[in-house]
């Protein structure tokens, strides 16, 4: 299931679904209506569609592995001797 399929499931209109996202209606337009590559989209933002659309395990789940991106790395231990 697409989530254009998702939207139709859930009852949202375009500007129902914008509000929710926190995005302009014409950006949900240009996604469902191929002017903008859904590929080309932040993961932060796939999250909030996700979310938006319900699918709020596959919205944590990929939060949660951003998060993990995002953290600082963990200082190496000197082995070196002097």
């Known amino acids: 299931m697409d989530y ?7 009852n949202l209109d375009n500007q129902q679904l914008a509000d929710k996202i926190g995005i302009p209606r014409t950006t949900v337009s240009k996604y469902k209506n191929g002017h903008l590559n859904t590929k080309n989209m932040t993961l ?7 979310r ?3 699918r709020r395990k ?3 789940d990929l939060s949660e592995m951003f998060a993990l991106a995002e953290a600082p790395s963990e200082p190496k231990e000197n082995t070196s001797e002097s």
């Open 4 to 10: 254009r399929e998702l939207q139709d499931s859930k």
């Open 44 to 50: 932060e933002m796939a999250v909030k569609w996700l």
């Open 52 to 54: 938006a659309l319900g």
């Open 58 to 60: 596959m919205a944590n």
